[in-house]
């Protein structure tokens, strides 16, 4: 901890506060615990709103994932024509007031460890800036938003013009008069691509595999066999799945037009970047001005590195939101619980699991 601080004590942590953090510190007041010495919720941002708060404005409510409603709070029907990061931050916004959460902000934490030494038992928990918490129970829900995935391709430290990732998008006047090459097999690819058509932005479209676009209805027996397929590699201790890999892709008709437009035709995998372009693996080659890297994200868990986690296969091993190795933490928005709807009913299942572990945990003498 910082010099001259104390760490402060809490029975349950919740770290990050975006879907399924809210959704566990709801359940957590709602069975009768006070903020501060019952829970405590840290946040890394300056205000609510999770990750949706550092969405580009064009990304409207009505274009973007759906957001699940949080439990004892429907959402309503906003304006499908609304920035989403503006609904969303509203909503959480509302929510914490409402129930009471108490966010502490921000606090960006640095290392979570298992060091008993006079904790009694309980995990202590560090912030950047010095502060620290000792918790008998952790509840990570730190999303993935920190960590973008940015896959390597000879060629790409020498490419001269501009590369960015999904996180770093923000407007498409940013592209005017460039061709961009769009990079990822996902949903955010191929509203990148579309809406950079429409603003008359040439674009080039690279998949490692051919777009897998399904008629699937993405329903809740769909829903049910996605969450299956990703608990199966998690329990496994194998790493989760990225989400088109478990879901495809939904063909809607505005997909469809862009299909026939040829906008929405990849044209495979890359085989290198060169200083100017891009040569596929099919041995053409495009000039290009910017890469988008629309590659995804992987779950920021760097603050857990000290609890030493990670099975031989790369990933935790789960039992639903349990860590196998590390019992009392709990992990949501991880896996099978990385959807709105995921985190949502897993932030009800770690609080569950978090009040039974404090109930039944037995301190050292």
Sequence with gaps: MGKGRSAVETDILVIGAGQAGLSAAYHLRRRGLAPGPGFTVLDANPGPGGAWRHRWDSLTFGAAHALHDLPGMPLGTPDPAEPASAVVTRYYERYERRFGLDVVRPVSVSAVSADSAGSGGRLSVRAADGRGWQARVVINATGTWDRPYWPYYPGRESFRGRQ???RDFRSVADFAGQ?????????????????????????????????????????????????????????????????????????????????????????????????????????????????????????????????????????????????????????????????????????????????????TEVLPR
């Design 164 to 166: 960015l990732h999904t």
């Design 179 to 359: 061709q961009v090459l769009v990079v990822g097999g996902g949903t955010s690819a191929v509203q990148f691509l579309l809406q950079l058509h429409r603003a008359g932005v040439r674009t080039l479209w690279s998949t490692r595999r051919p777009p897998e676009f399904t008629l699937r209805p993405f329903d809740a027996e769909w829903g049910r066999a996605v969450e299956a397929k990703v608990s199966a590699r998690t329990r496994a201790g194998l790493p989760p799945l990225s989400v088109v890999s478990a879901t495809g892709l939904p063909l809607t008709d505005e997909y469809r037009r862009g299909i026939e437009d040829s906008v929405l035709i990849s044209r495979g995998p890359i085989d290198r970047l060169t200083e100017t372009g891009v040569v596929f693996a099919d041995g053409s080659e495009e000039s290009v001005d910017t890469v988008l890297w629309a590659t995804g994200f992987r779950a920021a868990l760097d603050h857990l590195a000290p609890l030493r986690l990670r099975e031989p296969g790369g990933g935790i091993r789960m039992d639903g939101v349990r860590v196998v190795r590390e019992p009392r933490l709990l992990l949501v928005g991880y896996g099978e619980s990385s959807s709105t709807l995921g985190a949502t009913r897993a932030g009800r299942a770690a609080a569950l699991a978090a009040l039974q572990q404090v109930a």
